[in-house]
C-alpha cells in the first residue's frame, strides 16, 4: 500500500508541467510509534528515514556555436607553412595557370597544366624510363649465372640459369617497386594533396575530386609495395591522370 501511494506520488510529480518552480523531494520515513509515512515535507528530527527521492530537472540544452568552414585561403596559409618559399611559389604559378586557362576558354590547357603537374611529380616524367631497369636487372644476373656456371657439366648449368633468372626478376620487381615507385607515390601523393587548393583564383573545391585525389594517393602507396604486381603502379597512375583532366575539365567549364 505504500509502495502503491509512493508509485502515485511520483507519477504525480512527473505529469506536471517542466518548466516551473522545483519540485520538492519525497521521503518515506517512519515515526517512533512504528509507523510509516510518505511526504513531501522534511520529516521531524525524531523519524527514522527510509528513502529519499530527489527530482530531478531536464539538463538545460547548451548553445553549440555556430564554426564556420575555414576559408580556401586560411587552408592554403596553413598548407603554405611548412613548405619552402620555392614550393610555394610554384604552386602559385599553378594557380595563376589555372585561372588563366579558365578564363581564356582554351580547349586542353588545364589538361596540359595537370599532366606538368604529374610529370614534375614523377622526377621530370622519366616513367618511360622504368622498363629498362628490370631488363638491365635480368640481363646482370643472366651474366653472372653464365660467369658462375662457365666450365661446369650442362645438366649443371640448366639447373643454375633458372634459379639466377627467378633471382633476377625477384630483385628486378623489388627495386623497382621500393627504389623508384615509392618515392614517386609519396611525391604525387603530395601532388594530390595541394592541387584541389590551387584550382584558380580560389575556384570552389570539389570535395568529391578532394576525395579522388586522397584515394589515388593512398593506392598509389599500396601499389608501390613489394606484394603488388608489377603493373599495378603505372596502372594507377593512368587512373590519377584521367581524374586530374576530369578536374581541369570542370576548371575550364567554370566561370
Known sequence: MLALALAVLLQGQDAEAVVGPPRPHVYRWR???GKVYV???VPPPSATVLETHAHKEP???EDIPFIPPPMPEDIRAKMEVPLSEKTVQYWRGIEQALQEARQGGQSGEAEAIMDMILANAMFGGSLWLMPIFPVATIVLFLLLAVWFSYGLPAKTKLMIWPAFAVAGLLSAHLGAQRVVYLP???RVGFALSMVPNYMGNHAH???EFAISAQGHAAELVDAASAMSLPWSFPLELY????TLHLA???VEGSE
Open 39 to 41: 511526504t513531501t515535507t
Open 248 to 250: 581541369a575539365a570542370e
Open 239 to 242: 587512373k590519377t591522370r584521367k
Open 205 to 207: 573545391v570539389d570535395q
Open 59 to 61: 539538463a538545460e540544452v
Open 184 to 186: 614517386q607515390a609519396r
Open 31 to 33: 515515526d517512533r510509534a
